[in-house]
């Protein structure tokens, strides 16, 4: 693959099996399953998907609910595997994908601190040494001995934020996830985006916030139900999109 190519996804196609028939209990199901009763009905979330991003450009994911964005992010996370095509990447993720993700509820936040960058393969001595930087950012200094399963989703993902782009990733992966915090602090995130695209790290960006999404990133991808529908120059194609959403 090319060096200056960070993420190349081609002709990827991922397949979910979805119960076909209505089951009313946990029991019933478990049942039918052993039982090989169960009849299953192929879900494509995402078909034939291909796009290439090169370091450094920073890319918004858009599309309706359900139109297969968050399955697209898992499977450049590794989350998830494709049922045909390839996805290479050329770098180190840093993936806001699911609020909490990376964090044990039971722990403090000083503790998961430390737990989040061992997920995301630093050392202790790299998070003792950024560890002010991250309480700073997520404005979060009064509640560092509270377990995160008392934490609001806000503080939740000011603290996932903060964490995952203190580390300088090669490649920047947010879904969603600042759509939980206030407006100040959504600002704050955005221009730490800025920041991070700056210094040449690789975006991919989904939002509902189609201006966010204008304002960060230089390249879109728009999918619906699975497929793509355009890509290319993120005004064009943000463009289209919005205007497919009023007829």
Same mark, same amino acid.
């Given at each position: ?13 991922? =397949?979910?099996?979805? *119960?076909?028939?209505? %089951?009313?209990?946990?029991?019933? !199901?478990?049942?039918? +399953? ?8 192929? &879900? ?28 697209? #992010?898992?499977? %450049? ?5 494709? @049922? /045909?095509?390839?996805? !290479? ?9 699911? #609020? ?9 936040? =000083?503790?998961?601190?430390? +737990?989040?960058? *061992? ?6 001595? @790299? ?20 377990? %995160?399963?008392? @934490?609001?989703?806000?503080? $939740? $993902? ?26 100040? &602090?959504?600002?704050?995130?955005? /221009? =730490?985006?800025?920041?991070? #695209? ?6 991919? @960006? ?29 005004? #064009?194609?943000?463009?289209? !999109?919005?205007?497919?959403?009023? =007829?």
């Amino acid at each position: 693959m090319d060096e200056n190519i960070a993420i190349q996804v081609k002709d990827v196609t991922v =397949r979910f099996n979805m *119960a076909s028939e209505r %089951i009313d209990n946990l029991k019933e !199901y478990f049942v039918k +399953l052993m039982k090989r009763e169960l009849m299953f009905q192929e &879900f494509l979330a995402l078909k034939d998907v291909s796009f290439t991003v090169k370091k450094g450009e920073a890319w918004g994911i858009v599309g309706t609910n359900g139109s297969g964005k968050s399955t697209l #992010l898992k499977l %450049i996370c590794g989350i998830l595997k494709p @049922y /045909k095509g390839e996805v !290479y990447i050329n770098g180190n993720i840093a993936p806001l994908i699911e #609020l909490g993700a990376g964090f044990d509820g039971d722990l403090t936040a =000083r503790e998961n601190i430390f +737990l989040n960058g *061992a997920v995301l393969g630093f050392s202790k001595k @790299y998070m003792q040494e950024h560890f002010d930087e991250i309480v700073e950012f997520a404005e979060l200094q009064d509640f560092l001995d509270m377990p %995160i399963k008392n @934490y609001s989703s806000g503080m $939740a $993902a000011r603290l996932g934020f903060s964490i995952a782009t203190v580390v300088k990733p090669e490649i920047l992966i947010v879904d969603e996830v600042l759509s939980v915090g206030d407006y100040a &602090f959504q600002q704050k995130c955005e /221009k =730490r985006m800025h920041e991070l #695209l700056g210094n040449g790290t690789t975006l991919l @960006y989904v939002s509902h916030s189609i201006d966010s999404v204008k304002d960060i990133c230089d390249h879109a991808l728009w999918i619906d139900h699975g497929a793509e529908k355009a890509q290319g120059n993120v005004e #064009l194609v943000a463009d289209k !999109y919005m205007q497919s959403l009023v =007829r």
